[in-house]
């Protein structure tokens, strides 16, 4: 088989199991964390006292990639930019926005959530290797998804792809995003993004305090991990049982 139709299989297949990364990367960063830990006193001492700076800073970076994802998410018209895991679909072609400037934004912003998460470890070997298989992985779904697109919108795509950037934004190439703002689609579609975050960011808190007993809970952490908590099981709520959400066309 030739490569192109390899890569093409390859970048399906896990296209349609792409969920399962961030868990193997969440399982390998809670034990590359607790090595860490064990280490701190000849690796790390120095970092203690700034630890609540360092882990606000990783949170920050985290949240630049769920901003990035609901503002993608938020001028994207209906079937389009979605979690489809079994095939892809696009209705139409993104090419104003976010979309002018990168062509795969929501990789970017996961790649952001992902990164800030794989910093909280301290350990350089496992931040290398996670932004590695990053690469690696969404480097073939990228390319399946490309291969879609060309066979289905054909010049169109071609001409938009050879000017905007796969992965890094050129912003000097922004055009105003074609349709306006839809809050109910970003909490309709990214509603547990904001706290599985919290989620993940109070569990690598908590491992650390039961491991180090001088340090402290970051309530802050705690506090947003409840709200968003409480805000994720009423928008699921309401995106079930009822048409608040629903917007048409988007």
């Given at each position: 088989m030739a490569l192109q139709e390899?890569?093409?299989?390859?970048?399906?297949?896990?296209?349609?199991?792409?969920?399962?990364?961030?868990?193997?990367?969440l399982c390998a960063g809670i034990l590359v964390y607790?090595?860490?830990?064990?280490?701190?006193?000849?690796?790390f001492s120095g970092m203690v006292p700034y630890w609540n700076f360092y882990e606000n800073l990783c949170l920050t970076i985290s949240l630049?990639?769920?901003?990035?994802?609901?503002?993608?998410?938020?001028?994207?018209?209906?079937?389009?930019?979605?979690?489809n895991t079994q095939n892809q679909i696009a209705d139409s072609l993104n090419r104003t926005g976010i979309y002018s400037i990168v062509r795969h934004p929501l990789y970017l912003g996961n790649f952001f959530m992902w990164f800030g998460i794989s910093l909280l470890t301290c350990n350089i070997g496992f931040v290398a290797i996670f932004i590695l298989t990053y690469?690696?992985?969404?480097?073939?779904?990228?390319?399946?998804?490309?291969?879609?697109?060309?066979?289905?919108?054909?010049?169109?795509?071609?001409?938009?792809?050879?000017?905007?950037?796969?992965?890094?934004?050129?912003?000097?190439?922004?055009?105003?995003?074609?349709?306006?703002?839809?809050?109910?689609?970003?909490?309709?579609?990214?509603?547990?993004?904001?706290?599985?975050?919290?989620?993940?960011f109070t569990i690598f808190d908590c491992i650390q305090v039961w491991l180090k007993e001088e340090t402290h809970y970051n309530h802050f952490l705690i506090a947003m991990s409840v709200v968003s908590g409480i805000a994720y099981c009423i928008l699921k709520y309401l995106k079930k049982r009822t048409q608040v959400l629903n917007e048409e066309g988007r």
């Open positions: 390899d890569f093409e299989l390859q970048g399906n297949w896990l296209f349609r199991y792409r969920s399962i990364l961030p868990i193997v990367i607790i090595y860490t830990i064990d280490t701190w006193d000849t690796l630049t990639g769920v901003f990035i994802r609901g503002y993608t998410v938020g001028h994207t018209p209906a079937n389009t930019s979605g979690r690469w690696l992985y969404y480097e073939r779904i990228m390319y399946a998804e490309e291969q879609f697109l060309r066979e289905k919108f054909g010049p169109a795509y071609t001409e938009w792809a050879d000017k905007t950037p796969a992965f890094l934004p050129n912003f000097k190439l922004f055009v105003k995003p074609s349709l306006p703002f839809s809050w109910k689609k970003v909490l309709k579609k990214e509603k547990n993004g904001l706290f599985a975050l919290f989620l993940i």
